[in-house]
């Protein structure tokens, strides 16, 4: 922040950062957090696949609802490989026209044991409800 701002607390930054760039206040808030009571309240903790995979069975899906940028498909092909399922693995990025082929590689991944990744599902809400049926 510009001079005589630069000199102020985290919680009065804030203010000044909601009234005139209300976009950037969630980094401020956090900036806040970390300021006031530590980092490890600021950040949520890397999760661990190879730790929630035991708790976790072939019948129930696994849902990443992850950040602009995040990209966990090298960690789960890595748990995949570590759990011998490496040559079974598919990935499918959805787009338009793509149902049939989720639908078919999911169909296949329970008949043979195999794991599918859909990614961007986001651009597909839509479709969505028909993939619950489909898990089901």
Not at 14 to 41: C, T
Not at 59 to 88: Q, V
Request: hydrophobic content about 40%.
């Amino acid at each position: 922040m510009p001079k005589p701002y630069c000199n102020l607390n985290a919680f009065k930054k804030s203010i000044i950062i909601k009234a005139l760039r209300p976009e950037k206040l969630m980094f401020m808030m956090k900036q806040f957090i970390s300021e006031q009571i530590g980092d490890y309240y600021s950040s949520p903790p890397p999760i661990k696949l190879k730790d929630i995979y035991p708790d976790t069975e072939a019948r129930s899906p696994i849902i990443f609802i992850l950040s602009k940028g995040a990209d966990p498909s090298d960690t789960i092909k890595d748990l995949a490989k570590s759990a011998g399922k490496e040559e079974g693995i598919k990935e499918l990025s959805l787009g338009s026209g793509s149902e049939a082929k989720a639908v078919a590689a999911i169909q296949k991944g329970c008949q043979e044991g195999n794991w599918v990744i859909l990614c961007n599902c986001h651009l597909f809400e839509d479709w969505l409800p028909q993939l619950l049926i489909e898990c089901e």
